[in-house]
């Protein structure tokens, strides 16, 4: 099994990341809340690594010159690519496509929204992999939090209404068209809005505690929500 893990985020910095939580945190309280979620997730990707020596990792980030600041959140096995593109799909292509032409293997993307996730689905992608042309996980808000293929395919990023509950459907019909054969992995969730970080503080204390479990995220939830 081998696969190049991309994961995209963009830097967090207050006021730019998790802006829908602005709703009830202060932009401050959301970068922090980010920079948990990076540690918890290149944690999870780096212990994914040492149990696969096949795996790669990226970091698909943005803005340029935020580099230093991802520096302090992720470990040193990390890859660095540059977001590059009009839009969501266009970066998402670009950076799949830098993976696979310096790995030469699968890749595998997904964002820094899923501290939760759990690892085996990462796995299961990898493994998914070796048969199919994509796996893609569907969200419960009608996107997709993960999606992987063998070769880069820029005809399934052309969908023009990113952030829309349309656009698993249309991703999927547009895998259908060109007969690419498709694994789903389970149903997850991003913790973009307040109701989804209640559910996710709620989903903490029932995790198994082991060495994917996201423990910088449940520090700083435990702090955020003494002080309120």
Known sequence: ??????????????????????????????AELH???????????????????TFDLFLSYTPEGSENIFADLIG????????DGE????????????????????VIITGSDLPSLPAEIITEAAAALKE??????????????LIG??????????CNEWGS??????????????NLKT???????DVDNFNELLMFRKELLKIKKDIFYPEYSRAYLDKLFTIR
């Open 149 to 158: 293929m063998q070769i880069p395919q820029p005809f399934i990023f052309t």
């Open 76 to 83: 040193n096995n990390f890859n660095l690519i540059i977001q």
């Open 1 to 30: 099994m081998k696969a190049a893990l991309v994961l995209m985020s963009r830097a967090p910095i207050p006021g730019k990341t998790k802006t829908r939580l602005e709703s009830h945190l202060k932009p401050e309280e959301c």
């Open 132 to 145: 199919k042309d994509i796996v893609i996980g569907p969200a419960a808000d009608g996107g997709y939090y």
């Open 183 to 189: 694994h789903f992995l389970p149903e997850w969730y």
């Open 87 to 106: 839009d969501l799909g266009a970066r998402m292509y670009h950076s799949i496509s830098v993976a696979y032409d310096k790995t030469n293997k699968p």
């Open 35 to 53: 920079k948990a979620f990076l540690k918890d997730i290149s944690n999870k990707l780096e212990n994914i690594k040492k149990q696969y020596k």
């Open 165 to 178: 509950d349309s656009v698993l459907i249309k991703t999927l019909n547009l895998a259908s068209e060109h």
